[in-house]
């Protein structure tokens, strides 16, 4: 299961989408709202979560905090990683655009990725949303076409993830100095082991 979850502070919330429908319907359950799209269930806001720390996008914190909530509406719940370490293995520019076609291993598979970076390159580690993943506004990521292309999901800046590390602050994608054994690991667990 890929989910957005985000922890607002200021009316002591936890916002919570699983799936990007529209909402028809909520329900109330002691502290909690249960929105759903007809008859399924594609979010909460959970009330009064107290907390004064600081979470990140994906954090197995919140995941803990929700599950058991999940677990009345979905049975063997499982959170996929939704941000990951992949490997540029092949790299192309589209002609007339700022645009390269890029294959991009997870360690699992191959998907192509439409990129627009300027330091995306051929032996590049960097950083993969995948298909359904969603991003710290709360959009998520589609399969799209650009130029013409298929693009099987996006490689991210950690501009765009809301990563405050000078290390990773640098134009363009993310650039992590690793090796394949990286390949596929969420890059929330690489960040916390360096």
């Known amino acids: 299961m890929k ?12 916002g919570v ?10 329900k109330k359950d002691n502290n909690c709202e249960i929105l759903f799209h007809n008859n399924e269930v594609v979010g909460l806001n959970i009330f009064e979560f107290h907390s004064e720390e600081n979470f990140f996008l994906e ?19 499982e959170f996929e990683d939704q941000f990951i370490i992949a490997k540029v293995v092949e790299f192309e520019k589209i002609p007339n655009t700022h645009l390269s076609k890029c294959k991009v291993s997870t360690g699992k598979e191959d998907l192509q990725i439409i990129c627009g970076a300027s330091n995306v390159r051929e032996g590049l580690y960097t950083t993969l949303a995948t298909i359904g993943s969603w991003m710290p506004d709360g959009s998520q990521i589609n399969q799209g076409k650009l130029k013409g292309f298929d693009s099987f999901g996006m490689l991210c800046s950690s501009k765009e993830l809301e990563i405050d590390d000078e ?3 640098k134009p363009g994608i993310m650039e992590w100095e690793v090796d394949d054994s990286y390949t596929g690991k969420s890059i929330w667990e690489v960040l916390n082991e360096k």
């Open 3 to 14: 989910l957005f979850s985000k922890h607002i502070k200021n009316f002591n919330t936890l």
């Open 167 to 169: 290390k990773y602050n």
């Open 17 to 26: 989408l699983i799936e990007n429908k529209k909402i028809t319907e909520t």
């Open 59 to 77: 954090d197995k914190r919140l995941h803990e905090a929700i599950k058991p909530l999940l677990n009345k509406y979905f049975k063997n719940i």
